[in-house]
């Protein structure tokens, strides 16, 4: 009886001994899968193995891992929560369950799980915490930038967007449109594609024939002048910051269909990742990130100089833009600089930031913003007239990443004042003035934070209002004006045509290198044909009909019969000299201090924001707040309600907007023409 127990006890043994070790065989192979980025074949054997072993630890927290990487939150965050249910939790599981939680938007459920952490992850995770606070009150307070998911986007993923002679090029992980020989030979290629399509993004993706897809190019670099860097990594699977982590760059020229006079980037080493480089716009400079030694931890972004025959050794941009954790995908441009951190504090996994370069290093980190940034990974930042393409992983996308654009904050600039010169004086009919004049409004603000940037243009810099009670959208038909005049120099004073503003508005239009004065616009030829006699028999006797394309970057409105003010829409802009006694009575950079008493010259009125494309704007929520005004800036629209006698009801109205929707509608002060924000005390 004895033999038989020793036995069986035996065989117990000798059977644990050979199930902890198939096991282990079978971590090790499983963790190969993920190495390798085979993240849906991982995931099957994983759940294959936690049948077996429903309670190794090591299992769940690589279930949950995998998970994360194939962007299944909501699973993840299931995983952990199961663990915590079975008591398999250490400090790493909550951290990574907090991360999850984050990245989840779920921002007190992720501060729980922070607390939770032992001294081991103490100090990170309060960092955390920190970030999850900074999120919580970034969504209350601040307006959601319009991010719009690009058509070019599949279920694969798509990333690392540039525009480059007027076409938006990227990276896909699905094969796009391509020739059949270049489909036959590149069947076995498991890395992404370079795609092009359409600047504003609305055709499918185009694969980019020719030698520039044979070499694995990834977070690529196109200057105008056709000089190009891009990353090259060892692993052909996996997400793409899987693969930052064993990336080498190259260098060379782009003749529009090869890659010619490549090679690798003389600061490339063995063991070490250069990822995501950026050029300036003349080549001279190279940023991009790498985890070299002597950073501040993981990767930090790094400058190098090209003086004509080599590159200078990179240079770390320091500890205001790097941190302990890791900073990726820079990109320069008139001296700013954007980047992904998954460190600074911010609402996910990677948010996008901005630094300035003041000469003496980088400074005034600033978050991108709710909107551009979301509770997911957000990353490839690059800006084009003032409109950002980036990249995110967030929840609603098509695939597993995708492109996306949005237009700017204008609180991401400092306007500096704008001396205009005088307005040309209204002279008679058909005479032609070679000059053209400047913009009569001007929309003067202040950085809406500490952290200025300076000699950037922004936004709202020389916009122009062209419509009241309205929306233009840029797609209009042929419409009608009956013109008035010509403009020449010396004096801007319009007040004689006042009374033709009740038959509609009168317009300013720019055609060619002169300006002409129109009163309209009308859409049908036979209300034309009879205003046009009203017209004539006010005194206009010279006046005509035009008929032109509508589009508002030609127009800006003069008067309005919807101007409330007396005199409001008849002021101008200033001479300089006016100018210059008028900044006399304003400080801090054009904010005032608080709210101004009543004035002849001043209005209250609401920004409601601005916007890329005014057919974003739902007019329908706001219409019955105030009066309706619709400004212009190159390829921004800026809305506005106005009609406020004081600051009080201005102020209701801003609060009204708010809760319907427009979440950074604030009150500002439209002193003769020019748009001044009200500081926040």
């Known amino acids: 009886m004895n033999k038989k127990l020793r036995l069986i006890c035996v065989l117990a043994i000798l059977?644990?001994?050979?199930?902890?070790?198939?096991?282990?065989?079978?971590?090790?192979?499983?963790?190969?899968?993920?190495?390798?980025?085979?993240?849906?074949?991982?995931?099957?054997?994983?759940?294959?193995?936690?049948?077996?072993?429903?309670?190794?630890?090591?299992?769940?927290?690589?279930?949950?891992?995998?998970?994360?990487?194939?962007?299944?939150?909501?699973?993840?965050?299931?995983?952990?929560?199961?663990?915590?249910?079975?008591k398999l939790c250490d400090d790493q599981v909550y951290y990574d369950y907090g991360i999850a939680l984050k990245m989840n938007g779920k921002y007190d459920d992720a501060i729980a799980k922070f607390n939770k952490c032992g001294a081991g992850k103490k100090e990170i995770a309060q960092k955390q915490i920190q970030s999850c606070v900074f999120a919580k009150e970034l969504i209350r307070t601040e307006d959601t930038k319009k991010a719009l998911n690009l058509d070019l986007n599949t279920t694969e993923s798509e990333y690392g967007a540039l525009v480059y002679d007027q076409l938006v090029v990227f990276n896909s992980s699905k094969a796009p449109f391509m020739m059949d020989d270049t489909r036959k030979s590149l069947e076995s290629c498991k890395s992404s594609y370079l795609c092009k399509t359409l600047q504003n993004g609305t055709a499918a993706a185009i694969f980019m024939e020719g030698k520039t897809n044979q070499i694995n190019a990834e977070a690529i670099s196109l200057t105008d002048n056709h000089l190009v860097a891009y990353s090259v990594s060892n692993i052909d699977g996996g997400t793409v910051l899987d693969r930052m982590m064993e990336t080498t760059i190259y260098l060379g020229e782009y003749n529009g269909y090869n890659l010619i006079q490549v090679s690798p980037f003389e600061h490339n080493a063995r063991d070490l990742a250069n990822f995501s480089p950026c050029f300036t716009h003349d080549g001279t400079a190279l940023y991009f990130a790498s985890n070299r030694p002597g950073g501040f931890g993981g990767m930090d972004i790094y400058r190098s100089i090209y003086d004509g025959t080599t590159w200078?050794?990179?240079?770390?941009?320091?500890?205001?833009?790097?941190?302990?954790?890791?900073?990726?995908?820079?990109?320069?441009?008139?001296?700013?600089?954007?980047?992904?951190?998954?460190?600074?504090?911010?609402?996910?996994?990677?948010?996008?930031?901005?630094?300035?370069?003041?000469?003496?290093?980088?400074?005034?980190?600033?978050?991108?913003?709710?909107?551009?940034?979301?509770?997911?990974?957000?990353?490839?930042?690059?800006?084009?007239?003032?409109?950002?393409?980036?990249?995110?992983?967030?929840?609603?996308?098509?695939?597993?990443?995708?492109?996306?654009?949005?237009?700017l904050s204008e609180h991401n600039y400092t306007v500096e004042i704008i001396n205009e010169p005088a307005m040309p004086d209204v002279i008679v009919l058909d005479e032609i003035t070679e000059e053209t004049p400047p913009p009569a409004y001007a929309l003067n603000e202040a950085s809406y934070t500490q952290k200025s940037v300076d000699n950037i243009d922004a936004v709202l810099t020389g916009a122009r209002r062209v419509s009241m009670g309205e929306v233009i959208l840029k797609d209009k038909p042929r419409v009608f004006f009956i013109q008035l005049a010509s403009m020449a120099s010396n004096n801007s004073d319009v007040t004689m045509f006042k009374p033709l503003t009740k038959f509609g508005n009168i317009y300013k239009v720019k055609i060619n290198s002169a300006t002409k004065v129109r009163l309209g616009y009308f859409l049908e030829r036979g209300e034309t044909d009879a205003l046009l006699a009203k017209v004539r028999n006010s005194g206009f006797k010279d006046a005509f009909i035009v008929e032109q394309e509508l589009s508002t970057s030609d127009l800006e409105l003069m008067l309005s019969q919807s101007d409330v003010r007396a005199g409001s829409s008849e002021k101008t802009v200033t001479s300089n000299q006016n100018k210059k006694q008028d900044q006399k009575l304003i400080t801090d950079n054009f904010e005032y201090t608080k709210p101004l008493p009543p004035s002849i010259e001043r209005e209250y009125k609401v920004r409601l924001g601005s916007f890329e494309d005014p057919i974003w704007f739902d007019s329908k929520k706001v219409k019955d707040?105030?009066?309706?005004?619709?400004?212009?800036?190159?390829?921004?629209?800026?809305?506005?309600?106005?009609?406020?006698?004081?600051?009080?009801?201005?102020?209701?109205?801003?609060?009204?907007?708010?809760?319907?929707?427009?979440?950074?509608?604030?009150?500002?002060?439209d002193n003769g023409g020019i748009i001044e924000r009200i500081k926040k005390n």
Request: charged content about 20%; glycine content about 12%.
């Open 625 to 669: 707040l105030g009066r309706l005004e619709q400004w212009t800036k190159g390829a921004w629209t800026i809305f506005i309600l106005g009609g406020f006698t004081n600051y009080n009801e201005a102020d209701q109205a801003r609060i009204q907007a708010i809760n319907r929707g427009y979440a950074d509608a604030e009150v500002v002060i």
């Open 15 to 86: 059977n644990g001994i050979i199930s902890v070790s198939w096991s282990q065989d079978n971590l090790v192979a499983i963790k190969g899968q993920i190495a390798k980025g085979l993240y849906t074949e991982a995931l099957a054997s994983l759940n294959q193995h936690l049948s077996k072993q429903p309670s190794d630890a090591k299992s769940f927290a690589l279930l949950a891992e995998v998970q994360m990487k194939l962007g299944k939150i909501d699973l993840a965050c299931a995983t952990y929560s199961m663990m915590e249910s079975m």
């Open 312 to 407: 200078s050794s990179p240079e770390n941009l320091g500890d205001e833009v790097n941190t302990d954790g890791n900073e990726i995908t820079p990109f320069y441009s008139d001296g700013l600089l954007w980047f992904a951190s998954d460190s600074h504090e911010g609402l996910g996994g990677y948010d996008i930031f901005s630094a300035q370069n003041t000469g003496g290093g980088f400074l005034n980190v600033h978050h991108g913003g709710y909107g551009i940034n979301s509770s997911g990974n957000d990353y490839f930042p690059y800006v084009k007239n003032l409109v950002m393409y980036f990249t995110s992983d967030r929840a609603g996308g098509k695939g597993m990443e995708d492109i996306y654009r949005s237009p």
